[in-house]
């Protein structure tokens, strides 16, 4: 089993910069391919970006294209979000997950079956 703890989620204003920290344990992530969703108040929860297992391929949500950045560090079981730019509608909970089943970069909800509990993160305008 792995299990995910997100941390680095804050408040910053408008333009600026935060980084997303996700530590797994239990199991290497190594072979897993890792995304991040987010959530906010009265909305479903969206893709936000992914990284495969090799870290070679990534995919983003339209909304995010070009601000943010995944990353990951196989050896220190760790996945990354560097978010730039940031917008108030960037506001959520962050959540990091792991599909283990599948190879690619999903955007699919359904295709995470780990999840982590989540880390707030808040634009001022």
């Known amino acids: 089993q792995v299990q995910l703890v997100e941390s680095g989620g804050g408040t910053v204003q408008t333009g600026g910069s935060l980084r997303l920290s996700c530590a797994a344990s239990g199991r290497s992530i190594s072979i897993i391919t890792m995304g991040w969703f987010r959530q906010a108040p009265g909305k479903e929860r969206e893709f936000v970006a992914a990284i495969s297992w090799s870290g070679g391929s990534t995919n983003y949500g339209d909304s995010v294209k070009g601000r943010f950045s995944i990353s990951r560090d196989n050896a220190e079981n760790m996945v990354y979000l560097q978010m730039n730019s940031l917008k108030p509608e960037d506001t959520a909970v962050y959540y990091c997950?792991?599909?283990?089943?599948?190879?690619?970069?999903?955007?699919?909800?359904?295709?995470?079956?780990?999840w982590g509990q989540g880390t707030q993160v808040t634009v001022s305008s």
């Open positions: 997950a792991a599909d283990r089943y599948r190879r690619g970069t999903s955007y699919y909800i359904w295709d995470y079956d780990t």
